[in-house]
């Protein structure tokens, strides 16, 4: 599988497992350049003019759904947003019908969201349009990975060995090699875990997964073979985790994915108070470490108010 970006050729975005780290570093330089298209007061570029992009979606979403819909209108492309509720899905039909019938329309772009882990790359292998994942089940949820490496490279990024830049700045090359960063929370849910453990693996972060083991897959160390295996570890108490790194990336807890499941920890209540970010917990990080959140957030759970409303949160500076 390939991915996709400006120089149109159709092809997919599944999973970071199919990106090395120089194509992350082209995605997240081309990204930088459309960041600074939305601070312009006109934010229109031509690039995608003539082409028609359908965004799929069958799971609730604010951001993602919102944003990719935002960036194909701000790149000259058509978008049609359908959802589960408003598709035949619900008469029956099943997703790889309904690929194939709107194929028939020729989209450039299917943009898809399914509970359904293994949902993008089913469809990729049957349509011929590009399918880009906008999350799949616990599987991966690439594009949030590269909006995350994007923000944690403008906002905590090293200039590379040799170039004049300015870290915080967003200005000339940086890197996040050797930042430490602390993923903390619903691991075993998380599709937002596994793509962003590839990713910053392969940009050279260090990774502290953080909570307890029940909420950690056995072996997600080795989802990246050498490159996770040398740079992940898992931390099953919060200030060891914490304990100096560069960036806290909180996760909520997925209660959707968990049905039917054991429970994994005694209440939420109980996870809140020993795995939870307060301001007192966040003092076991750099002094300048930065919080981040995929979101939602669930205010009070996984994060103090105090700490979601602090300049330290750069959550909405993910979204944009
Ligand atoms: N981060 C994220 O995927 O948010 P949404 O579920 O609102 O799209």
Redesign the pocket.
């Known amino acids: 599988m390939r991915f996709w970006y400006t120089t149109y050729v159709p092809r997919h975005l599944v999973s970071i497992a199919d990106l090395d780290a120089a194509e992350i570093v082209r995605i997240l330089d081309h990204g930088d350049r459309y960041w600074a298209l939305a601070q312009e007061p006109i934010k229109k570029l031509t690039s995608l003019r003539g082409r028609t992009v359908i965004n799929l979606f069958f799971e609730?979403?604010?951001?993602?759904?919102t944003s990719f819909e935002i960036a194909a209108k701000r790149l000259s492309a058509e978008a049609i947003n359908i959802s589960s509720s408003a598709s035949s899905i619900s008469k029956g039909e099943t997703l790889i019908d309904t690929a194939e019938n709107l194929e028939a329309m020729s989209p450039d772009v299917i943009v898809l969201r399914h509970s359904f882990g293994g949902a993008a790359a089913m469809l990729a292998n049957h349509v011929s349009c590009a399918v880009i994942n906008a999350?799949d089940g616990q599987h991966e949820?690439p594009t949030?990975a590269l909006l995350d490496a994007a923000t944690i490279r403008r906002m905590k990024g090293r200039p590379l060995a040799g170039a004049a830049s300015t870290p915080g700045a967003g200005t000339g090359p940086l890197t996040i090699d050797g930042l430490e960063v602390a993923i903390v929370g619903d691991i075993a849910h998380s599709r937002?875990a596994r793509s962003n453990i590839l990713c910053l693996a392969k940009l050279g972060a260090r990774i502290r997964l953080v909570a307890p083991l029940t909420l950690v897959p056995r072996g997600i160390e080795l989802i990246g073979g050498d490159i996770t295996r040398e740079r992940v570890r898992v931390v099953n108490r919060l200030e060891d985790g914490l304990d100096g790194v560069d960036v806290v990336m909180m996760l909520r807890i997925q209660h959707e994915r968990a049905g039917g499941e054991a429970p994994r920890f005694p209440n939420t209540r109980e996870l809140s108070r020993t795995f939870g970010l307060s301001e007192r917990t966040l003092g076991f990080a750099k002094p300048d470490a930065i919080v981040m959140h995929?979101?939602?957030i669930n205010r009070g759970v996984e994060l103090a108010p105090q700490v979601a409303d602090s300049p330290r949160a750069v959550i909405l500076q993910q979204v944009s």
Request: hydrophobic share 15%; glycine share 16%; net charge positive.
């Open positions: 609730a979403s604010t951001r993602t759904r999350g949820h949030q937002v995929p979101g939602p």
